[in-house]
């Protein structure tokens, strides 16, 4: 079994494999009174399409994003009730015996529910083998949203929203406390105090939004359920924007475009995609006295290891007495980075003591500081 201190060095220049693996994405809903946004910024590496399909046969009508595929990777439908999925790391599905299996549950929720709590039901009545690599996000007319994720010694999860806002990006938010480093930018523009607006959630997206050979914000749409109004930007493009009225569209009937063609930019998807990979800088400055407190030895109970932070040149470093130290830089007072890849959030009493550590990777593991009662 591995020591803490070997998960800390196992962790370096581990993070960014796991994600190069998945194409990222990041979403969020804003919610207060009669103003509900549901943003969505879609990273891949080939262009968006969107299309129409009118109610047919009591099923709803709705608009869908994604690509070529016509695999729906977002929709609203005529009811208010949005989706979008977010890739993450693969883990095994495993059925619940008492579920019926059907075989795309997302669109029977967007064919024949109005509501996230519709949607909750559908969730408890059958299987959905799609979370085995992917997370969703759903969001009403009422204002209500939920996250849906499946671990597997929890099963689905349905995770509503609490507050004014709801997040997620690649990492299961239920498995972890790992943010990556578009999740805390993200957080930071919605926490900032600006006012709930379509142009806070348009800022949000331009902020995260990436570029590079990799994965690229090929679009980026706001589902407005309250209006069923739909705005959306191409291949990173804040500064142009159309608009879909569905319930217009809908009236037209069946149709679809690729978005290049919807819009009078002549940017191109080599104008994102052939450029270097975007760095997200998420380090905030902080009092030196503020990173002295953190310096010390801490010790996990099972199995016993004992890790030292120090306070050098460059910063917060960690070491386990085997190798080179791992450097850390500061994200909030409480929230570190590891530089060679990884996260850890320190435990703060309110007299300022720190009390332990919490690394974030494959789950939460702690640590105690050490003490008089730990010597």
């Known amino acids: ?34 103003l509900v946004l549901f943003a969505n910024n879609e990273d891949y590496i080939k262009p968006g399409y969107v299309w129409f399909t009118p109610s047919k046969d009591g099923r709803y009508g709705r608009i869908n994003f994604g690509f070529r595929d016509w695999f729906a990777q977002g929709s609203m439908n005529e009811e208010g009730l949005c989706f979008d999925a977010a890739v993450t790391v693969e883990i095994p599905y495993e059925p619940e015996p008492d579920k019926k299996s059907i075989k795309n549950l997302i669109d029977k929720i967007m064919d024949e529910c109005a509501t996230v709590e519709e949607a909750k039901a559908y969730f408890e009545e059958y299987h959905c083998s799609h979370l085995s690599g992917s997370q969703f996000m759903f969001a009403d007319r009422h204002g209500m949203s939920m996250v849906v994720s499946w671990l597997p010694d929890r099963g ?73 109004k739909v705005y959306v930007y191409n291949i990173a493009n804040y500064e ?46 902080l009092d030196p006295s503020l990173l002295q407190r953190y310096a010390g030895e801490y010790v996990t109970d099972t199995p016993p290891a004992v890790l030292e932070f120090k306070v050098d040149e460059n910063g917060l470093a960690i070491s386990s007495g085997e190798g080179k130290p791992a450097h850390l830089y500061p994200e909030s007072d409480e929230s570190f980075r590891i530089r060679e890849g990884g996260q850890i959030t320190f435990d703060v009493a309110e007299d300022g003591s720190v009390r332990g550590f919490t690394l974030h990777r494959f789950g939460d593991h702690s640590a105690k500081r050490k003490g008089p009662l730990l010597e």
């Open 156 to 228: 689905v999860i349905l995770a509503e929203r609490e507050g004014a806002f709801q997040l997620i990006t690649n990492s299961r938010n239920e498995a972890s406390g790992f943010r990556c480093e578009r999740f805390v930018l993200a957080e930071r523009e919605l926490t900032s105090g600006k006012k709930l607006s379509l142009d806070l959630a348009r800022n949000t997206l331009a902020a995260i939004h990436q570029e590079g050979e990799q994965a690229f914000t090929t679009y980026s749409n706001i589902f407005d359920p309250v209006n069923r």
């Open 1 to 34: 079994m591995k020591t803490l201190s070997n998960k800390i060095l196992a962790v370096i220049g581990t993070i960014a494999l796991a994600l190069e693996s998945v194409y990222p994405c990041a979403m969020f809903t804003l919610g207060e009174k009669d």
């Open 240 to 285: 142009e924007v159309i608009e879909f009225d569905l319930r217009e569209e809908l009236a037209r009937g069946k149709h679809s475009a690729a978005l290049a063609d919807l819009f009078e930019s002549d940017r191109t998807v080599s104008d994102i995609r052939d450029v270097p990979v975007r760095q997200f800088e998420t380090e905030v400055s």
